[in-house]
Nanobody
Framework: VQLQAFGGGLTPPGASLTLSCAASGRSAGSADMGWFRQVSGLDREFVAA????????YYGNSAKGRFTISRDNAKNTVNLQMNSLKPEDTAVYYC?????????????????????WGQGTQVTVSS
């Protein structure tokens, strides 16, 4: 599975931004997808995840109520809609794919559970 994340950039506090992740490869449509973020020097933080069917979503505490993860399986894309952005949301955002079988009941929140990673896209929230 190859992943490419894009959509990052510089945005003021309170604004919205949508990140997208394009997946390709034979197993791309059979993967739980997750978004993580990382600030230099810190561990990768779970943001959100969505099951293969799109029926189950799960959010990290920092994302609850502000971010929405969605997927389009026909296009093999996963989006992360981020609203009410804060300076502390500044990080490199990574999309990841988990093709483990059988699939978990809810998508994994641990980075180590994902086998494939995109290259990351920088999000900077600053006035």
């Amino acid at each position: 599975v190859q992943l490419q994340a894009f959509g990052g950039g510089l945005t003021p506090p309170g604004a919205s931004l949508t990140l997208s992740c394009a997946a390709s490869g034979r197993s791309a449509g059979s993967a739980d997808m997750g978004w993580f973020r990382q600030v230099s020097g810190l561990d990768r933080e779970f943001v959100a995840a969505i099951s293969r069917s799109g029926e189950t979503t799960y959010y990290g505490n920092s994302a609850k109520g502000r971010f929405t993860i969605s997927r389009d399986n026909a296009k093999n894309t996963v989006n992360l809609q981020m609203n009410s952005l804060k300076p502390e949301d500044t990080a490199v955002y990574y999309c990841a794919a988990d093709i483990s079988y059988p699939p978990p009941k809810i998508p994994h929140v641990m980075a180590a559970s994902y086998q494939y990673w995109g290259q990351g896209t920088q999000v900077t929230v600053s006035s």
